[in-house]
């Protein structure tokens, strides 16, 4: 039967499966999916990473030993002996040793606030590593078990593979631009590129039709046009996105790496490799749903790109910068958060940038000296990845108990004396509930505005923030400007409560 | 293993994957981020089996690549994940 004979092929070499090799890729995938469940809470989370580092290993041994390099040289008709080539062996060690080494040397040096960027750079090394896998297989199918005698590779083979090589090969252009982006190697502005959703859509549709012709045709011209043009797309998707929506295209990101290492693993029917693209398909796309959510934007409107020119454009009609305000000094601050009960403090990234968290820690443990109830508040978007302000604060000695999510603390504002933003400006914004015609609108916030007084840490008050709207909040009775560079306020509130002391 | 098999563990996984990373805490996602990126590099399988392939050379120098890189993002990865995770403390009463 024709579907019979389908279903044969998509086995491959695969019928022949080592049962022990079968059940070591299972156990590493279910170390994987122990790994991810290790993060529920702080108090599990070591255990779980190394519950993933056993996962790995039993994968690479595993295949080391299935795999290993040799020849096997024929003598007469029936005597065969297989060498064992100990030069393949110690090449493919000294590659992981390279690696090892590259690896190791930038998870130790990178700083904190540069966490997107590795992240960034991490997934476009997945993603090229899918495209030179997927291209070996199309090289070599035999070694892989993915051909007949005469070289033909199975039809369901070449649909994964085609599938494996465009989303690698997306994931790679598209993560080296979010990198560029959030390195400041390229300007975060979004480039709009004249009519880009006729070349996206159509280069999406060449890519679908091509792999489609694939399966009738295995010629390279095929295999290397997808190619191709997938690095093209990747770039061309990257591009128009703005600064302010790189959250949501790192997990996305994440999300395709994911994908790409399913489809990879669907070719080479290898059951560690689906379970862990399924697993990191599913997170980055969850991820990339709550920064959306977080931010109130559509994911297709963040795909279409764009986000902060618009906004740009409305700014212009900023008559409402005259309002009256209170300018506070570090004194006054420091005054009135030593006599309050309950003290909220809001970061955003901006109290990153000016690498104030030290600051802002000491501050908290003085006011915590002086009897004051400290949390913090984070809103999702808060940094520039999802839970990025978390690990901010985690690195400048903030317990993790005393940081609190957004739908968790937004209640007690109203019970709190001080509510202290810093850095952060949108995610405090009223208008996001008031002004239906606020690029925010709909996106939740911080309701810093109900707290029984604001002290609103800010550069200058010239600058709106990323959406370039102007924020209320500045202009309430019980609201206190304090203007100045984030950490030397910080710094001057600690100075004030220590004098102040005994 | 025929198709319909590896499908179905595919979509199971889905689904568990869909549980299990709503069950992690928001405080955690940029760990999480960075160890999905570490596993993600299980595709070293492929990468390993193309490096000790004989039959085309062009091939095992793409699989041993594929082993660099992927091997940066296991180690990076884990690396960087366990020294996030080594600056979550409690309150120390």
């Known amino acids: ?84 080539d100990s030069t393949a062996f110690i090449e493919i060690l000294a590659a992981i040793g390279i690696g090892a080494v590259i690896g190791i040397a930038m998870a130790r040096r990178i700083a904190m606030t540069a966490m997107p960027q590795l992240v960034a750079a991490f997934h476009s090394l997945v993603g090229l590593a899918a495209v030179a896998v997927a291209a070996a297989a199309y090289l070599n199918p035999q070694a892989f078990g993915i051909a007949d005698a005469a070289g ?106 994911g994908w790409a290492a399913a489809a ?30 977080a931010m109130n934007r559509s994911f297709i409107s963040v795909i279409a790109g764009g986000f902060g020119a618009d906004a740009e454009a409305g700014s212009g009609g900023g008559a409402k910068e005259q309002r009256p305000w ?30 104030a968290q030290h600051a802002l820690r000491e501050m908290a443990d003085q006011l915590k000296k002086e009897g004051v109830n400290v949390k913090y508040a984070i809103h ?8 990025h302000m978390n690990v901010l604060l985690a690195e400048a000695n903030v317990p993790y108990d005393e940081v609190f999510e957004l739908e968790d603390i937004n209640g007690e504002f109203a019970q709190c004396d001080v509510a202290f933003v810093i850095g952060a400006n949108d995610v405090t914004n009223p208008a996001a509930k008031t002004d239906k015609t606020s690029p925010i609108y709909g996106m939740p916030i911080l309701d810093v505005a109900n707290a029984k007084t604001v002290l609103f840490v800010k550069r200058s008050m010239g600058g709106v923030g990323y959406a370039g709207v102007d924020n209320d909040v500045f202009y309430m009775d019980q609201t206190m400007m304090l203007l100045g560079d984030a950490k030397k306020m910080a710094d001057d509130i600690v100075k004030a409560l220590s004098g102040s002391g005994h | 293993m025929d198709f319909i098999a590896i499908f179905s563990i595919f979509v199971l996984a889905c689904f568990v994957g869909y549980f299990v990373v709503w069950s992690v805490t928001p405080a955690l996602h940029t760990p999480l981020m ?60």
């Open chain 1, 380 to 387: 999702p978007v808060a940094g520039r990845m999802p839970g």
């Open chain 1, 152 to 257: 033909q590779i199975h039809v369901v083979s070449r649909v994964e593979m085609g599938l494996g090589i465009a989303i690698g090969a997306i994931t790679f252009s598209g993560s080296v631009i979010a990198f560029l982006k959030l390195n400041g190697n390229m300007s975060g502005s979004p480039i709009m590129l004249p009519g880009r959703h006729i070349i996206n859509l159509g280069t999406l549709a060449a890519i679908v039709a091509l792999t489609a012709y694939f399966t009738q045709d295995q010629s390279p011209w095929v295999f290397w046009t997808i190619t191709g043009l997938s690095f093209a797309i990747g770039f061309l998707l990257i591009i128009p996105i703005g600064g302010a929506d790189m959250p949501v295209v790192v997990s996305m990101l994440n999300s395709y790496s």
């Open chain 1, 1 to 84: 039967m024709e579907f019979q004979s389908i279903l044969s092929a998509a086995t491959g070499g695969h019928g022949a499966v080592n049962p022990y090799a079968a059940i070591a890729y299972l156990v590493s995938g279910i170390l994987f999916i122990l790994a991810l469940r290790g993060l529920s809470s702080p108090a599990t989370a070591q255990s779980g990473n190394r519950f993933g580092m056993a996962g790995m290993t039993i994968a690479v041994v595993t295949t080391l030993v299935t795999h290993l390099p040799g020849a096997t040289d024929s003598f007469g008709p029936d005597s065969y002996v297989w060498r064992f």
């Open chain 1, 326 to 355: 209170k300018p506070g000094s570090a004194d006054d601050a420091a005054f009135l958060m030593s006599q309050a009960e309950n003290v909220i403090i809001v970061p955003g990234y901006g109290m990153a940038v000016a690498q």
């Open chain 2, 34 to 93: 960075s160890v999905t990126n570490a596993i993600s590099s299980v595709i070293i399988v492929g990468a390993l089996i193309a490096s000790a392939a004989a039959g085309s050379a062009t091939s095992k120098w793409l699989g041993l690549a594929a082993v660099v890189m992927a091997s940066i993002n296991i180690f990076g990865g884990f690396a960087v994940t366990s020294r996030m995770l080594a600056m979550y403390k409690k309150k120390e009463r």
């Open chain 1, 264 to 293: 990879m693993g669907f070719t080479l029917g290898n059951t560690a490799m689906i379970i862990t693209g399924a697993l990191v398909g599913s997170s980055g796309a969850i991820l990339s749903y709550i920064m959306c959510r």
